[in-house]
Every structure is written in C-alpha cells, then in structure tokens.
T-cell receptor, first 112, second 115 residues
Framework: QQQVKQSPQSLIVQKGGISIINCAYENTAFDYFPWYQQFPGKGPALLIAIRPDVSEKKEGRFTISFNKSAKQFSLHIMDSQPGDSATYFCAASKAAGNKLTFGGGTRVLVKP | KAGVTQTPRYLIKTRGQQVTLSCSPISGHRSVSWYQQTPGQGLQFLFEYFSETQRNKGNFPGRFSGRQFSNSRSEMNVSTLELGDSALYLC??????????????FGSGTQLSVL
C-alpha cells in the first residue's frame, strides 16, 4: 500500500523557473512531513520539513505548502538553478521517530 | 564532524549467500535506521535501533536483521540472498529519533548486487 503518492515522476524546468512537486498521503496519523534531496551516488539530505499545524514554510528558495483537509503537500523551488538538478522525495511519519514513509521521488532537471 | 559512514560502498554477492553491512552514525547520535532503496519500490524503511534495542520495524522478511552496539554503531545482515535484494542500503542517524523535527542524516549507502 503506497501511503504517500508523489507527482510528477520527472520534471524539466528552465533556469530561473519554478519547480513544483506534489505529494498526497492517506494516513491521518502522519504529522511530520519532510522533503529530501538526493544527488547521484549520495544518500538523501533533508531539505525542509513541516508539521500540519502550519500551512506554509519557507527556507530560502524552498517553500512547502500544506493542505491538511486535502491531505496534500507540495514543494516549490523558486528561481531554480542547475545545481538543483537532483531527485526529490517527500516523506511522512507519525510524530517523532525515524520510520519515514517516502513518496516515489521526482527527478528534477534544471536546464541552463 | 564526520557524517554517517557506511561500509563497504559496493558489494557483490551470489544468491543464497549472506551479507553484513556496517554503519557508523554521527558522533553523539544514538538512533540508527536502515532503509532499502530500489528503482521499483523506492525508499523503504527496514528497522530502527536505539540504545541497542530495535524500536521500529518495517515490512521485510526475517532474512533481514540488524543490531546496534553500545557505541551506537550498527550492522544489518541479510541471509539467504535473493536477486530481489539487490539495492542501495542506506543508514541514517539522529540524536534520539524520539523528538519532533529531529533531523535525520543519511549515509551514502552500500550498493549490494546479488548475482
């Protein structure tokens, strides 16, 4: 059972453009929603995270939007740069703890 | 501060063999988790250890096991390897794994190929 669905699977954006990745979850017990960035040959690295009591969180060029009623959250990458080309994963977990349920990943390519 | 260290980086085994992977967490981190990453199934949680005790377990067969030592270093073992066990095995650590918003740090993984 895929509890976190992520779309699109891949994305091509021009330098300076906006990348948008969407995730939907099923388990209402989830209350921690991180996004990870993974480069080839490396493990995932935490990018930004949100809890459901907040509808939006911004850190630099990265913004998470959260819609609790729709059970959806999204990552926006503003002013996308070639160095942002990577695979992005959304995830969810119940409260504290490291048992993360990951989405399927989105491969982002930023063209110069 | 050194990051999460996993050894070996690459491993080739044949069906039926067993394998042991090693993980050294970031200094001071006491929670260690293991994940399997494959192109088909994505990232899947295997198990988590804290203070030498398994605290959480994913939906994997009993062939997958792990342990944690008193210095927080962890090993995972896969017995009777199957072709489908070919994957990138990722180790992640955090300070306690028991607090909200606690950051989880991943290693670069061990790429296991089963022939």
């Amino acid at each position: 059972q895929q509890q976190v669905k992520q779309s699109p699977q891949s994305l091509i954006v021009q330098k300076g453009g906006i990348s948008i990745i969407n995730c939907a979850y099923e388990n209402t017990a989830f209350d921690y929603f991180p996004w990870y960035q993974q480069f080839p040959g490396k493990g995932p690295a935490l990018l930004i995270a949100i809890r459901p009591d907040v509808s939006e969180k911004k850190e630099g060029r990265f913004t998470i939007s959260f819609n609790k009623s729709a059970k959806q959250f999204s990552l926006h990458i503003m002013d996308s740069q070639p160095g942002d080309s990577a695979t992005y994963f959304c995830a969810a977990s119940k409260a504290a703890g490291n048992k993360l349920t990951f989405g399927g990943g989105t491969r982002v390519l930023v063209k110069p | 501060k050194a990051g999460v260290t996993q050894t070996p980086r690459y491993l080739i085994k044949t069906r039926g063999q067993q394998v042991t992977l090693s993980c050294s967490p970031i200094s001071g981190h006491r929670s260690v988790s293991w994940y399997q990453q494959t192109p088909g199934q994505g990232l899947q949680f295997l198990f988590e250890y804290f203070s030498e005790t398994q605290r959480n377990k994913g939906n994997f067969p009993g062939r997958f096991s792990g342990r944690q030592f008193s210095n927080s270093r962890s090993e995972m073992n896969v017995s009777t390897l199957e072709l489908g066990d070919s994957a990138l095995y990722l180790c992640a650590s955090s300070i306690t794994g028991g607090r909200p918003n606690e950051k989880l740090f991943f290693g670069s993984g061990t790429q296991l190929s089963v022939l």
